[in-house]
């Protein structure tokens, strides 16, 4: 037998879904997670549903199944509970609404193991992108594309639930309006000067100018949505 997924939060209420044989559609069919048992709902012969039941302590618990309310089969599979994650904080918390902005989310009990199983993942209202795992304390994301506006960010740890604590992102809709001059020497070297809305300096992250694909080079806030950068060296291209 099999399941999926492998962990879930101390609070319960994870959908653990049981693959095996043999399962029959009866009101004794019951998964149990370490001594606490819990109804299962039959899917198929070879699957059921359990929703897990809420445990004191982190760590591991045998997961068992029972057809009769008094025999449960020992396969060996262990389910993770959790300690519930927490966000405290976003870097940068504002971005374009076009996405694509790197994102650090700071916060606390951040599993590799959810990073590993690839069930950890931020949402950004209710669009949902994949997380990379840093630390038990970092987590990196990037933003979605999404509507002008302000947003909530959780973050998830067995791809089913998330956390609540409502740090917000703003999605912003950052306009580039000219580029002066408009042309420099392939070996780069030329002071270029972007102005638009919705352009500032970036006190955590830094602040770029990118030149097609590649050429990504360090930029300065010169005020008043003023952007400077030097353009790199193309010639290789």
């Known amino acids: 037998r099999s399941f999926v997924p492998l962990v879930g939060p101390l609070t319960g209420g994870s959908v653990v879904v049981v693959d095996g044989s043999g399962f029959m559609d009866t009101m004794t069919v019951l998964c149990s997670f370490g001594d606490k048992t819990v109804l299962a709902r039959y899917v198929l012969p070879s699957r059921l549903e359990c929703v897990t039941p809420a445990q004191d302590g982190e760590g591991y618990q045998s997961l068992k199944v029972s057809l009769n309310d008094q025999n449960f089969f020992d396969d060996g599979m262990e389910f993770e509970y959790q300690r519930l994650a927490r966000v405290t904080m976003l870097t940068p918390n504002k971005g374009a609404s076009e996405g694509g902005t790197f994102v650090n989310v700071t916060g606390s009990d951040f599993s590799v193991r959810s990073w590993y199983h690839r069930y950890m993942y931020c949402r950004f209202n209710l669009s949902v992108v994949e997380a990379t795992f840093m630390s038990a304390h970092e987590v990196h994301c990037y933003a979605p594309e999404h509507e002008k506006g302000v947003v909530s960010?959780?973050?998830?740890?067995?791809?089913?639930?998330?956390?609540?604590?409502g740090v917000q992102y703003e999605y912003q809709e950052v306009t580039l309006v000219s580029v002066s001059p408009v042309g420099g020497p392939v070996k780069g070297g030329t002071v270029v000067m972007l102005s638009g809305s919705q352009l500032y300096a970036s006190e955590n992250t830094g602040l770029y100018c990118m030149f097609g694909v590649d050429g990504i080079v360090s930029a300065t806030y010169e005020?008043?949505?003023?952007?400077?950068?030097?353009t790199p060296d193309v010639s290789a291209w």
């Open 153 to 165: 960010v959780e973050l998830s740890m067995n791809n089913q639930q998330y956390t609540y604590d």
């Open 223 to 230: 005020g008043s949505g003023l952007i400077r950068c030097t």
